[in-house]
């Protein structure tokens, strides 16, 4: 009854901590209407809000595009300069913008399904950001004349690659290009002259390679407590017919302005964080 009250003025009523059993009572008795609206725990049902008010707020956006063409072309030149400009989100003081950044960095191009960026193991291989393109990371060594692998992880632009180069630890996963585009990269020598002559410029680097570090962890982290509570919460019989109890998840990241899109993509669980 609260549920089709709630229905009535517009209000949509989701469920978490919810098993797999107490999911199929609560359809069976018609308490719910998907299995949509049940949530293991309460991290994913916060994940779900999030990604339909994102999803909204792209729906405002295109709605005021359309209202006139001078709002349109304003959108582009800003979705363009911020594709032309990798180190917005990351030189955010004006300290860390004296030098051109661009003395200390390089230039590396990427080509979908054939660009190798590093194997795991291997030490001397250069900080990358993504300027454009996609990177995913693999577990095993993708092998494309097989079909597409699941990656662990695809990143965008505004991302650090090989974050434990600073550290100088060797590297992890397979990292291979999904789609055409470039990278801004720095091997040891360039790091040691930028750290010299603009120490500034360096400390911004490494405080969003922290900052990117901190958050790739917390949502591994996250992955991992929401794949346990959805191996506890399943009998085993639905494991083994659900893919044999695989709990592998994608991650998807992407600076989209001053905030971090992250899309995680399950076959029960879709979630975009803001």
Not at 11 to 40: G, M, N, P
Not at 89 to 111: A, E, K, L, N, T
């Amino acid at each position: 009854k609260i549920v089709e009250e709630a229905e009535e003025i517009g209000v949509k009523v989701l469920w978490s901590h919810v098993s797999a059993q107490l999911c199929r009572e609560l359809l069976y008795r018609t308490i719910v209407r998907s299995q949509s609206d049940c949530f293991l725990d309460l991290e994913g049902l916060v994940i779900s809000i999030q990604s339909q008010v994102s999803r909204y707020c792209d729906f405002l956006q295109r709605k005021w595009m359309s209202v006139h063409p001078a709002f349109q072309h304003t959108s582009m030149l800003m979705r363009g300069r911020e594709s032309f400009e990798p180190f917005q989100h990351i030189f955010s003081m004006d300290v860390s913008r004296f030098g051109c950044p661009w003395q200390y960095c390089g230039r590396f191009s990427i080509h979908a399904q054939k660009t190798i960026l590093w194997k795991p193991g291997q030490r001397s291989v250069d900080l990358f950001l993504v300027h454009s393109g996609a990177v995913g990371l693999f577990q095993e060594e993708p092998t494309w004349s097989k079909g597409t692998p699941r990656p662990v992880a695809i990143y965008r632009q505004g991302w650090f690659l090989n974050r434990e180069m600073l550290i100088g630890a060797p590297t992890k996963y397979f990292a291979a290009a999904l789609e055409d585009g470039e990278l801004v990269c720095w091997n040891e020598l360039r790091l040691s002259t930028l750290k010299m002559e603009r120490p500034a410029m360096m400390s911004a680097i490494c405080k969003e390679v922290t900052k990117q570090q901190v958050l790739d962890t917390e949502l591994s982290k996250r992955a991992l407590r929401a794949n346990q509570a959805r191996v506890d919460a399943t009998p085993f019989e639905e494991l083994i017919a659900d893919g044999n109890g695989s709990t592998d998840d994608l991650f998807e990241f992407e600076s989209e302005g001053s905030d971090i899109l992250v899309q995680q993509s399950h076959h029960r669980k879709s979630a975009v964080c803001r």
